[in-house]
């Protein structure tokens, strides 16, 4: 299984963001996906999860209202697209597949290199 991201870069607060994560060597309309995050000195933590179908979301209460993510069953893509940036939402974000409740989801495989977002002030 790879795990590509891409999209990220530097971004003024209150821009605009669309990371892409295309899957390899799996079935992707198998699985559940998320979307993860890690700041410089701090645990990796979820950002957003989606069904396998796409019909079931969740978002942490940080990103809520202001990130969206989706997926492309036919291109093996994931996305998350960010809005009304802040500083805080600075990290390199990766996404992975998922099992368990969409609210608690545990990663299942391997992640990929991650993409960079920062956010200046």
């Known amino acids: 299984v790879q795990l590509v991201e891409s999209g990220g870069g530097l971004v003024q607060a209150g821009g605009s963001l669309r990371l892409s994560c295309q899957a390899t060597?799996?079935?992707?309309?198998?699985?559940?996906m998320g979307w993860f995050r890690q700041a410089p000195g701090k645990e990796r933590e979820f950002v957003a999860s989606?069904?396998?179908?796409?019909?079931?979301?969740y978002y942490a209460d940080s990103v809520k209202g202001r990130f969206t993510i989706s997926r492309d069953n036919a291109k093996n893509t994931v996305y998350l697209q960010m809005s009304s940036l802040k500083p805080e939402d600075t990290a390199v974000y990766s996404c992975?597949?998922?099992?368990?409740?969409?609210?608690?989801?545990?990663?299942?495989?391997?992640w990929g290199q991650g993409t960079q977002v920062t956010v200046s002030s």
């Open positions: 992975t597949t998922v099992q368990g409740p969409l609210q608690y989801p545990s990663p299942l495989h391997s």
């Open positions: 060597g799996l079935t992707f309309s198998n699985y559940a």
């Open positions: 989606i069904s396998w179908s796409g019909d079931s979301t």
